[in-house]
């Protein structure tokens, strides 16, 4: 086996209304470098990761082995070193960073020679919704549903943005922030929630963000839900908006928060909320277009 590296950058699910669907590639990265060896060797360079260096609890690696499973393959032992910007339990895809690692890892040692379709079927079987998986897997903004014929996609071009985030210290189980949601949803809600997921992406597509901005921040599928358990959630938003950001909404099942603001704008908004937010991390990202990237090394 050819020494390779996969990298998989991190996603925020949602952007507002688009519930379970749109889902944005962000910067911060999951790096895996593997190569052939007589015996396992995990090494994990980060806090991000959990603490599992024991390859038969190790999420990565449970993936790759049960992917590679269902092409009639045992996945060989490797030393494999780990390294992840994502923060986990805070909203930015480090689980679906995770599950697209896993595939990629069995698609290459194992030489699957797995289709796009075919990995974005199976993460998506994985996580249960395609919102980041999908933008894990192919970078950039992705819509995408799934339907009784297939998981069906569009990677729409996003206007220039400048992206923050407000990370804070304390994480939140996406399945808590799941049981916060109503299980049925009256069909007048469900027209205007959907009505303003709509406008949003004709928004997004027509390149106006104010309109984008006003749209993110009236949904009505999980955000009034959430918001509760979302620390300074009301004080963020109004914030940011007055400090000139387009919208901001919740990074996936939160706690993360998210504001799109007008290009150059994003590093004052930055400053201002590091003093008023002292205890988070706040940081200004950029939209990753290259998805994961498989590189060859040596
Ligand atoms: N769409 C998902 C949710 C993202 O909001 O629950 C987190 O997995």
Known sequence: MTPFRIRVPASSANVGPGFDSMGLA????LTLDVSASATWKIEQHSSHLPEVTDVDNHYIVTIARDIAGRWNQEFPPCKMTVWSDIPLAR?????????????ELADQACALALTREKKLELATEMEGHPDNVAPALMGGFVISTVTDRAIDWVQLPMPDADVIVYIPEAGLMTEAARKALPDTYQRELAASASARSNVLVASLASGDFHLAGNMM????????????????????????????????????????????????????????????????????????HDGAVISLQG
């Open 26 to 29: 962000l910067n911060l990265y």
């Open 217 to 288: 921040e009236c949904d009505l599928f999980h955000e009034p839900y959430r918001a509760e358990l979302i620390p300074n959630y009301d004080d963020i938003r109004s914030e940011a908006k007055k400090s000139g950001a387009y919208g901001t909404v919740l990074s996936g099942s939160g706690p993360t928060m998210m504001s799109f603001a007008p290009t150059g704008k994003g590093e004052s908004i930055v400053s201002h909320f590091k003093e008023l937010l002292p205890d988070y991390q706040v940081a200004l990202l950029q939209i990753d």
């Open 91 to 103: 909203g930015l895809g480090s689980s679906a960073s995770a599950i697209v690692a896993g595939i």
